[in-house]
């Protein structure tokens, strides 16, 4: 499955781009479609009576909140693979997605410490009762998935970090299949299942994601390139490279706890405006997420082909590939955007098939105003994928999680939070706030992209040169050429932040 391509093509073309991103949008376009359908099952379970809906969204949320530290520090194994990939240093690829393993165990053993607090949690936060149950049994199973969630993320960098996504692609679709196939079943309960609701759609992700955990372990274990890579060798903890997963990867993941930390508060704040706001902009960010989560594909495949250039020394490459992507990128996000004020019930529709009763009306014409802001600016979150996955891909992250930490709390979080505490909040502040939030995110990070302070980064230590053999006798193994045909050349160590 991770065999040679017959050929490969010109390194910052873009056919290495589209050979790299395409099965990574359609493997997060498959994501996309997996939550999709879980939000639509949701909807047509829900009633007064069962506000499911109006819980999904909070206790994801929750949950995203407090494992996007583990998750984006897991994640950003892809940038340590694709540099030593790039350098010809095929001994250390393996190494790097050990140490993202040795994270998720550990980060799945404070998730199921959590569990048992799910209920004293969701009281502080104060939702209706009824909402207030679904949230925990929601958020609880999640809790007990950290494992497979993490670990699926560290193992599949081993495919995407090299650009070998057709793997990525494959082990995605089988899960999401396996996701929508349960969803259905555990959600309305079918054959020998019965019907778990809003605790059977958890259940049925936390599944899905051990499926793709244990697939990737299989192809790895099994696989030519997983001998190839010796990771029957490379399992021990290395401690100086684990520090610097943590140094560069931990911002990372921090800059995904200040952004979805910021979207939590956003939504408990919309929350407190009623169940009718809160499901509207359930609503609104699910059609939103037809056009955000498979960009988020081109978004990996940016910060590998930047990683793979900062390995071998040529940024000017990465630049390349890098303006490549946000053209096809801002032509998707554009396509969106006129579905959302146009044609909104091409996204809409789906979720009036299950509901009969009278108030749906009125959500669906409130959903069609927040998408409305959803068009506005969604060619900017265009730009925070490409140009924050660019800088990122280098090692620029402690500029993200600051930078985001500052939009965030700033432009989403304190002008509807201020206007709760003067009594006048309402939907529009909430949204508008949201707005303004992502497009100063997309307008900076294209900005720190143009000033050129991530050409000179790296994650990766230097190579040790043979002691009988000059540099220029070093050669990049084979197996390193075996996605990209570019010679490899190797850069001074700058190990900058």
């Known amino acids: 499955m991770d065999a040679e391509p017959a050929s490969s093509p010109d390194a910052g073309s873009v056919r290495e781009l589209w050979r790299v991103a395409l099965p990574l949008v359609l493997s997060c376009g498959s994501l996309s479609l997996m939550y999709f359908v879980d939000r639509v099952f949701l909807t047509w379970a829900s009633s007064d009576e069962y506000p499911a809906l109006a819980a999904v969204l909070p206790a994801a949320l929750l949950h995203w909140t407090l494992i996007c530290v583990p998750m984006g520090t897991a994640q950003y194994v892809n940038t340590f693979v694709a540099q030593y990939e790039g350098a010809g240093r095929q001994d ?11 994270l998720s165990l550990a980060a799945g053993v404070v998730f199921v410490a959590v569990a048992p607090f799910s209920g004293a949690i969701f009281a502080l936060i104060g939702h209706a009762p009824a909402v207030q149950s679904l949230e925990v049994a929601y958020f609880s199973v999640f809790c007990f998935g950290a494992v497979p969630m993490t670990l699926s993320s560290a193992l599949a960098c081993f495919y995407s970090g090299r650009g070998a996504t057709l793997v990525v692609m494959l082990v995605n679709f089988g899960m999401v299949a396996v996701n929508m196939a349960l969803d259905y ?41 997983g001998r190839e890579y010796e990771f029957g060798r490379q399992w021990r903890l290395d401690g100086e490279l684990f520090r610097r997963l943590l140094r560069y990867g931990l911002p990372n993941g921090l ?22 706001a809160m499901e509207a902009t359930t609503l609104a960010f699910n059609a ?39 053209k096809l990128c801002g032509v998707y996000m554009l396509a969106f955007a006129a579905i959302y004020v146009f044609l909104p019930d091409v996204v809409l529709g789906v979720y009036g098939l299950g509901r009969s009763d009278a108030g749906y009306a009125e959500l669906h014409a409130q959903a069609v105003v927040l998408l409305r802001f959803v068009a506005l600016y969604t060619v900017f979150d265009g730009l925070v994928i490409i140009f924050g996955s660019a800088v990122r891909g280098a090692g620029d992250t402690r500029f993200s999680v600051i930078f985001t930490g500052l939009a965030a709390w700033l432009l989403m979080v304190l002008p509807p939070a201020v206007a709760a505490a003067t009594g006048g909040l309402t939907l529009a502040v909430c949204w508008w706030s949201c707005s303004a939030y992502i497009i100063v995110l997309g307008l900076g990070f ?3 992209f143009q000033a050129g302070h991530w050409k000179s980064m790296r994650v990766i230590e230097a190579a040790r040169p043979a002691i009988d053999a000059p540099p220029a006798a070093r050669v990049v193994p084979a197996s390193s050429r075996s996605v990209f045909a570019a010679a490899s050349a190797e850069s001074p160590d700058s190990d900058a932040a």
Not at 212 to 225: D, E, G, K, P
């Open 92 to 102: 250390r690829v393996a190494a790097a997605v050990w140490q993202g393993v040795y």
């Open 185 to 225: 079943l555990l959600i309305f309960g079918g054959g020998p299942f019965p019907a778990m609701g809003i605790r059977g759609a958890a259940l049925a992700t936390v599944i899905a994601y051990t499926t793709a955990a244990l697939a990737y372990a299989v192809l790895i274990a099994s696989s030519r390139a």
């Open 255 to 276: 800059q995904q706890l200040v952004d979805v930390a910021g979207f939590a508060v956003f939504i408990f704040l919309v929350g407190s405006l009623g169940q009718q």
């Open 288 to 326: 939103n997420a037809l056009a955000f989560i498979p960009m988020l594909g081109f978004g990996t495949a940016v910060m590998t082909l930047v990683g793979l250039r900062i390995g071998d020394g040529r940024p000017e490459l990465a630049v390349r590939s890098t303006w490549l992507a946000t």
């Open 446 to 448: 294209l900005a720190r």
